[in-house]
Nanobody
Framework: QVQLVESGGGLVEPGGSLRLSCAASGFIFRNYVMSWYRQTPEMEREWVATIGAAGRIIKYADSVQGRFAISRDNFKNIMYLQMNSLKSEDTAVYYC??????????WGQGTQVTVSS
């Protein structure tokens, strides 16, 4: 059974950093493109970043380019999102998902990130 478990969220001041983790199980993690998304109560789900199966191909949304870094450890079956220079606009629930031809599937439960003074 496919499982994705996000963790690492919390409350941080503007300009601070957090590292999110996505622990995967129930599938061959190293064979799949993975993505991070985020969502607020009032807005639709927003794509944040994508990483190729081997971790070499990486893409970011313009809103996080230069501040966030996606990575993965295919031996531990974990994907990460390092978030630096955080802004209040980054406040959201962050989700990881398998990326199937650009479409997310098998969401995790999400982890809350709140950026506030």
């Amino acid at each position: 059974q496919v499982q994705l478990v996000e963790s690492g969220g919390g409350l941080v001041e503007p300009g601070g950093s957090l590292r999110l983790s996505c622990a995967a199980s129930g599938f061959i993690f190293r064979n799949y493109v993975m993505s991070w998304y985020r969502q607020t109560p009032e807005m639709e789900r927003e794509w944040v970043a994508t990483i190729g199966a081997a971790g070499r191909i990486i893409k970011y949304a313009d809103s996080v380019q230069g501040r966030f870094a996606i990575s993965r450890d295919n031996f531990k079956n974990i994907m990460y999102l390092q978030m630096n220079s955080l802004k209040s606009e980054d406040t959201a629930v962050y989700y990881c998902a398998i990326n199937q031809n650009g479409r997310p599937r098998n969401w995790g439960q999400g982890t809350q990130v709140t950026v506030s003074s």
